[in-house]
């Protein structure tokens, strides 16, 4: 197989660069570091991001707390009316969006345009901000004495996101950010930087005023200098478990408040009754839509007893359907991996599983483009019989492998799911409905599906894992993203007649 080349070459002096949006405007990096920015159908790079240096963290800083305080004085309603404009934005130009998204991620069309609709669900439920900010009011707590409790906005809060949804999981963030009154300041993925800034001029068309929303582009130097910004009220974080346990330590020991969600090795439990057919068409789709690249794809299959069988037969007769290819190709279904290095590793494991004593069914090495070597590209890869202590069942693969556990029992096949150090999300496949709903008790996993693959809860609850996959108390958007990007006060208030005032040094009671 021909070596692609991932470094950049002298010819990349003259590509365009992705760079910062502070205070309302594209804003050239200044640092003189830069990072390429590749697609990955061909393998060549197609930009450079340029990376922030501190001073760089600093303006965007100085410019989101100089904003800060007209947006939280904006009126709820006139607030409302921007985020209802913004949704619109976003919706008008979902097609331009997506087509940043495959560019620079490798996604095809419909899987970015899919991103993007789960995004936007999430400027929806923002929209309903006047509601969701209602307080709570009890009158005559004493005599004369009312209590009520406002929510207000934290001030500055940063977002530092993954490259594997460079649309969503911005949107997951600044929607309930910006609606309930912050200044928001986002570190993209350097991996995919591009729709980042396009969302920014969509902001701005919208009327969120200059500085309410930055994009800060960079690495690690930028995400530190967030870290430790004394200007910054709250990091929210979504990537892999060991940044996303940095990110946790790191904020919180610096004063802020931190919701960091991690990686994932989500199981998908199928019982002896459940639809084989059903079961392997869920099981294809959770595993390989997106490469795999989804913190909620499955990654492993649980099947119990007699199952076994069949169910890897039927998903294995499907896998030679799944049309890969670049974006660009309108029946492609699955697309290219976001870096070569990535791409290898992901590889690596069939291997790794075969000389452990797993049996690899489908090598995706086999697949033409990966044999070809222009782009990332790895067809689907199905190993069976892997064991728990094998790399392939404990790593996160984040690629599309799927691994099949065999198990004897729903005991043993529990055991196993609740033993993972991950808890994103999990699935049964079963008939038996009793069976389900004691899977939804016993199950130590923060999104649960019941013969759904991908249990993605809509924008109106939260999303969150349990265990190494969420770092923090609040999960992220629908009510507790409310909740995290905003402080709670309560207020006791009484109007005497001042003639009735007195002295009292006791204890304050309320009868
Ligand atoms: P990543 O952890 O490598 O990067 C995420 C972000 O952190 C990026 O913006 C990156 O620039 C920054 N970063 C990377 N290394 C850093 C360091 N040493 N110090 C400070 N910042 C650093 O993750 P990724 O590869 O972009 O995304 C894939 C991972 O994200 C997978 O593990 C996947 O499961 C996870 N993910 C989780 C969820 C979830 O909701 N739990 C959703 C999507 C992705």
């Known amino acids: 197989m021909t070596q692609l080349a991932e470094q950049a070459d002298e010819t990349s002096a003259s590509l365009p660069t992705v760079g910062h949006w502070i205070g309302g405007h594209p804003v050239a990096g200044r640092s003189g570091r830069q990072g390429p920015v590749f697609d990955p159908a061909t393998g060549r790079q197609a930009k450079w991001v340029d990376f922030a240096s501190v001073d760089e963290v600093d303006a965007v800083v100085a410019a989101a707390k100089a904003a800060y305080p007209a947006w939280r004085a904006t009126s709820l309603s006139k607030r409302t009316d921007i985020l209802f404009k913004i949704r619109n934005l976003v919706d008008q130009h979902r097609k331009d969006i997506a087509a940043l998204i495959t560019a620079e991620h490798g996604k095809v069309p419909s899987d970015a345009l899919g991103e993007v609709a789960r995004g936007l669900e999430n400027l929806e439920f923002a929209c309903g901000v006047p509601h969701l900010l209602k307080g709570g009011?009890?009158?005559?707590?004493?005599?004369?004495?009312?209590?009520?409790?406002?929510?207000?906005?934290?001030?500055?809060?940063?977002?530092?996101?993954?490259?594997?949804?460079?649309?969503?999981?911005p949107m997951w963030m600044f929607a309930n950010a910006l609606a309930c009154g912050n200044a928001f300041i986002l570190k993209p993925s350097e991996k995919d930087p591009s729709a980042s800034l396009f969302i920014a001029e969509l902001l701005r068309e919208a009327g969120v005023p200059d500085g309410v929303f930055s994009v800060i582009q960079g690495d690690k130097v930028a995400v530190d200098a967030i870290l430790q910004h004394p200007g910054i009220e709250a990091v929210s974080f979504v990537g892999s478990t060991p940044i996303a346990r940095y990110i946790y330590e790191t904020g919180t020991r610096n004063g802020k408040r931190v919701q960091a969600l991690g990686g994932a090795k989500n199981h998908m439990l199928v019982l002896p009754d459940a639809d084989v057919a059903m079961a392997a068409d869920a099981a294809v789709s959770a595993a390989y839509g997106s490469s795999g690249e989804r913190c909620m794809a499955i990654a492993t299959v649980v099947a119990v007893g007699s199952v076994g069988d069949p169910l890897v037969k039927a998903i294995e007769d499907r896998l030679p359907k799944i049309n890969v290819g670049p974006g660009s190709d309108p029946s492609a279904e699955m697309g290219p991996l976001v870096t070569l290095q990535h791409r290898d590793k992901v590889a690596s494991y069939l291997d790794?599983?075969?000389?452990?004593?797993?049996?690899?069914?489908?090598?995706?090495?086999?697949?033409?483009?990966?044999?070809?070597?222009?782009g990332y590209f790895l067809g689907v890869c199905l190993i069976d019989n892997v064991r728990p202590e094998m790399d392939a069942y404990r790593d996160e693969i984040f690629g599309p492998v799927l691994t099949v556990v065999r198990a004897e029992s729903y005991e043993e096949a529990l055991g196993l799911i609740n033993d993972n150090p991950y808890g994103n999300g999990t699935a049964i496949f079963t008939r038996d409905g009793g069976a389900a709903r004691q899977f939804q008790y016993d199950v130590n996993v923060g999104m649960v599906g019941v013969n759904?693959?991908?249990?993605?809860?809509?924008?109106?609850?939260?999303?969150?894992?349990?265990?190494?996959?969420?770092?923090?108390?609040?999960?992220?958007?629908?009510?507790?993203?409310i909740q995290f990007y905003t402080r709670s006060k309560v207020i006791t208030a009484r109007w005497p007649d001042p003639g009735t005032s007195k002295i009292d040094l006791g204890f304050p009671r309320t009868r």
Request: proline content about 9%.
């Open 452 to 481: 759904v693959p991908i249990p993605v809860p809509v924008a109106y609850y939260s999303f969150g894992g349990w265990k190494a996959s969420l770092f923090g108390d609040l999960h992220m958007y629908g009510p507790e993203g």
């Open 137 to 169: 009011y009890s009158e005559g707590v004493s005599t004369g004495v009312d209590v009520y409790q406002i929510r207000q906005p934290l001030g500055v809060v940063a977002g530092v996101t993954p490259f594997n949804f460079p649309a969503m999981v």
């Open 352 to 374: 790794s599983a075969a000389e452990q004593g797993a049996t690899v069914v489908t090598d995706g090495r086999e697949h033409p483009l990966y044999r070809k070597g222009d």
